[in-house]
């Protein structure tokens, strides 16, 4: 009987991880039907960095996920937010990199004040405030080092007239920043007042420095090794 309730016990310890990877691969495969451009192993580690953000408390709003993809070019969507409680796309849409970062590809990244470079990693959203670009969204940068200087940078989504199908059209690729995620104008409030108040905003690009010693990412060897 012992060994029997032994053998049980170890089978149910090892069921509840594979339901758990089987649960977040049919949700993968769901969400990135729903997001063309995006890749799934892109996706997991967002999916990856936000669980483990929201396992320490530093993520509140777990029901929604918003990933940018930074190695798509600024002509293309790749700003991607999920409701990931009704699996489901709420927005898929343009968004700029900064001055600094490059052109219509961005290729550099940086945490320091004045280089008007995009970063990398995982956010938080905060609140919302009227400036200078209008109604804008404070982010929190939780990777010490790689986007933690974001709030001192005033590194914020908000709305710009250069992103738009005709700023791709004149230039072959969106205006740029001064390092924050700027969003079409006519959709910026929508996604702002969707996404506020605590929820997780993932920036990725293949850095390889970053991928293998984010915090919140480390241990995912199989997942990064794949993603271009």
């Given at each position: 009987?012992?060994r029997?309730?032994?053998?049980?016990?170890v089978?149910?310890?090892?069921?509840?991880?594979?339901?758990?990877?089987?649960?977040?691969?049919?949700?993968?495969?769901?969400?990135?039907r729903?997001?063309?451009?995006?890749?799934?192993?892109?996706?997991?580690?967002?999916?990856?960095?936000?669980?483990?953000a929201?396992?320490?408390?530093?993520?509140?709003?777990?029901?929604?996920l918003?990933?940018?993809d930074y190695?798509?070019?600024s002509?293309?969507?790749?700003?991607?937010?999920?409701?990931?409680?009704?699996?489901?796309?709420?927005?898929?849409?343009?968004?700029?990199?900064?001055?600094?970062?490059?052109g219509?590809?961005?290729?550099?990244?940086?945490?320091?004040?004045?280089?008007?470079?995009?970063?990398?990693?995982?956010?938080v959203?905060?609140?919302?405030?009227?400036?200078?670009?209008?109604?804008?969204?404070?982010?929190?940068?939780?990777?010490?080092?790689?986007?933690?200087?974001?709030?001192?940078?005033?590194?914020?989504?908000?709305?710009?007239?250069?992103?738009?199908?005709e700023?791709?059209k004149?230039?072959?690729?969106?205006?740029?920043?001064?390092?924050?995620?700027?969003?079409?104008p006519?959709?910026?409030?929508?996604?702002?007042?969707?996404?506020?108040?605590?929820?997780?905003?993932?920036?990725?690009?293949?850095?390889k420095s970053?991928?293998s010693?984010?915090?919140?990412?480390?241990?995912?060897?199989?997942a990064?090794?794949?993603?271009?």
């Amino acid at each position: 009987m012992k060994r029997l309730l032994l053998s049980t016990a170890v089978a149910l310890v090892f069921a509840v991880p594979m339901h758990a990877a089987g649960s977040s691969d049919r949700l993968v495969s769901s969400l990135v039907r729903q997001a063309p451009g995006l890749r799934a192993n892109v996706l997991k580690l967002a999916l990856t960095a936000a669980t483990r953000a929201e396992d320490q408390g530093l993520v509140p709003r777990r029901e929604l996920l918003t990933v940018i993809d930074y190695s798509l070019p600024s002509s293309q969507p790749r700003l991607f937010c999920f409701d990931l409680t009704a699996h489901k796309l709420l927005f898929r849409e343009l968004v700029a990199h900064g001055k600094g970062s490059g052109g219509d590809v961005a290729n550099f990244f940086s945490n320091s004040p004045g280089s008007l470079a995009t970063s990398l990693g995982l956010f938080v959203t905060a609140d919302t405030y009227e400036g200078g670009n209008g109604y804008s969204l404070r982010l929190r940068g939780l990777e010490e080092g790689i986007n933690d200087m974001a709030w001192d940078r005033a590194i914020v989504m908000h709305g710009a007239s250069y992103v738009s199908q005709e700023a791709v059209k004149a230039l072959g690729r969106l205006g740029r920043s001064w390092g924050c995620p700027a969003v079409r104008p006519e959709i910026s409030q929508k996604i702002i007042d969707t996404i506020r108040g605590g929820s997780p905003v993932f920036a990725y690009y293949p850095d390889k420095s970053w991928l293998s010693t984010s915090a919140f990412l480390q241990k995912v060897a199989g997942a990064v090794a794949s993603v271009r």
